[in-house]
């Protein structure tokens, strides 16, 4: 399959230059296609569903600085991975030696599912580290990681003062010790389908703290890589044209645009640079479920698939375990309650909210037919006092309870019973 792919790959090399790639990484549907398409100013009507593994191109415009009036077309190779169980394997027909210096990852996720976003990334980070590490040799990602220090080195001169000294500190874009995990290749985490965030917050199913949070965690796990993190919408077309200067900027030096600069705010548009954040950034401000797994914070809503719901037990498992209850009780107090009992059902930690995970539901209503039923009468015993006081023995409660479940006719939903007649 790898030779044919490169087969392909070398007939499409016409025309142009065609030795950078940007590479897509991520689940089914979460978007990497449509974002190709707004890259290459397609319809989105055109974008179709593809294979686990697809090739386009992008056509890219470079302005050459010895002629101003000369510019120079490349073919920018886009390539788009599923999250299959053949993922590595596809992943060694973009990502080889010859092109580890010349490539851009990107992992793209799926933020109409934010509860996926950490799972998926931590996935595919280690997927990436683990296939680099495996299949590129120490020469090869020894140049990848050199020139990425040159790329840091040019975007920090560019970013010095009007006095001629760099930036330093946490804000500065060199390479820092933060990075404890090493990718040689650049990588740039977008959430997708950004638009959604605000339906979410419109139907009460997340919060402000809850987008916060995602932020955090996101910027938090970027920060061990040294990935730029970057918030885009496909339908809204928002992000994209940053996205693009982004990939040119590593890929053919091209300066980035005046307007390309951190955003923290914006839920929707999010946006930060390689080497820009800190620790110190990331936990300024809002401190909301800090400690908390972001498992049991960010939970899909009630009702998505995969989850298990906790049904009450059966009628007479109920009575049983009621009834052992009051066995060896004092004196039970047996009153009519203004309010009628409601059933609850257990959610589990899927719910997105901090409260209870329980949700009352009203009683079941009693059928007309059954409304004028009465219960077996109660034997007499020791101790039993005036039925007016409704007050009754242990005994009483127990001898109550035996006869439900002696007779669970009485909780079933029949009618009302005819009279029979004695032969």
């Keep these: 399959m790898e030779g044919i792919w490169r087969e392909l790959f070398s007939q499409s090399k016409f025309g142009a230059k065609n030795d950078k790639h940007l590479i897509f990484l991520g689940e089914r549907g979460t978007g990497k296609r449509s974002l190709i398409a707004r890259l290459r100013n397609q319809d989105m009507e055109e974008v179709q569903k593809g294979l686990a593994l697809d090739y386009s191109y992008i056509d890219v415009e470079i302005d050459d600085s010895r002629d101003p009036d000369a510019e120079e077309i490349e073919r920018l190779s886009a390539w788009a991975i599923d999250g299959t169980d053949m993922a590595q394997r596809l992943l060694s027909v973009p990502l080889t030696d010859a092109n580890l210096s010349h490539s851009v990852i990107v992992i793209v996720l799926d933020l109409a599912k934010p509860w996926t976003v950490m799972q ?17 040799s120490q020469q090869a990602r020894e140049a990848a990681l050199e020139s990425a220090r040159a790329w840091a080195r040019d975007q920090q001169g560019e970013r010095s003062g009007e006095d001629g000294t ?70 809204a077309s928002r992000g994209i044209a940053l996205l693009k200067s982004l990939a040119l900027s590593r890929l053919y030096s091209v300066p980035l645009p005046a307007s390309a600069k951190p955003q923290v ?47 009450p037990p059966a009628d007479q498992e109920f009575l049983r375990t009621l009834m052992e209850r009051h066995q060896g009780a004092g004196e039970v107090s047996v009153s009519r309650s203004k309010a009628p009992l409601a059933r609850s059902i257990t959610l589990p930690a899927s719910v997105p909210s901090s409260g209870p995970a329980k949700v009352a ?63």
């Design 166 to 235: 760099l930036e330093s500190g946490p804000s500065s874009p060199a390479m820092n010790a933060s990075h404890s995990h090493q990718i040689p290749v650049p990588l740039l985490v977008v959430g997708a389908k950004s638009d959604v965030l605000n339906e979410y917050e419109k139907l009460h199913v997340y919060s402000n703290q809850d987008f916060d949070f995602i932020q955090r965690s996101l910027r938090t796990h970027c920060l061990k890589y040294g990935a730029s993190l970057l918030y885009t919408s496909a339908k």
């Design 361 to 423: 539901l009203p009683a079941a209503r009693v059928p007309a037919a059954r409304a004028g039923r009465k219960l077996p009468p109660l034997a007499a015993g020791p101790g039993a006092k005036k039925r007016g006081d409704h007050v009754h023995s242990p005994a009483e409660v127990n001898q109550f309870f035996k006869q439900l479940l002696k007779n669970p006719s009485i909780l079933s939903n029949s009618a009302s019973p005819t009279p029979t007649s004695t032969p």
């Design 265 to 311: 705010f914006d839920r929707d548009a999010i946006y930060i640079p390689w080497h820009w954040d800190a620790t110190t950034k990331i936990h300024l401000g809002d401190s909301t479920h800090q400690d908390q797994p972001f498992s049991q914070v960010i939970r899909p809503p009630y009702g998505q698939p995969n989850m298990e719901v906790t049904m």
């Design 120 to 136: 998926q990334l931590t996935n595919w980070t280690r997927l990436l580290a683990g296939h680099i590490d495996e299949h590129c």
